[in-house]
């Protein structure tokens, strides 16, 4: 994940630039998860990777922006978490012997839970 902070005035407020994706599925799932810990996030640029190398890839790749100061340590831990959750230790499920990522709870093929 890159994490990029960067502030910007908006209409008397600040918001900060928490995360920039590779892909657009990406900044939608570091959205959700900041939006589940009840902090307020947008995704910007979400469909501006047509544009890049007529521009810099950091300009048009998607962003996500945090609407409050307040937040943003929240939002730190919670990227930090993301991040140590993707690099955990893969499960292979005993029942179908199929791989799932670690932070996985139940195997994807067929449901079994992991112990």
Known sequence: MAAGFERRAAKGSTVI????ARQRYDAYLVRDRLNQAGIKAHVFNEHASSIVGD???DV???QVWIA???DEARARALLRE???DAS???HYCR???EQSPGSFDLCWNCGTAFA
Request: charge should be positive; aromatic fraction near 4%.
């Open 17 to 20: 630039r928490i995360y920039v």
């Open 55 to 57: 521009v810099p890839p």
């Open 60 to 62: 048009a790749q998607p």
């Open 68 to 70: 409050r100061d307040a």
């Open 82 to 84: 993301m991040e140590a």
């Open 88 to 90: 955990t230790t893969p």
């Open 95 to 97: 029942r179908c012997g």
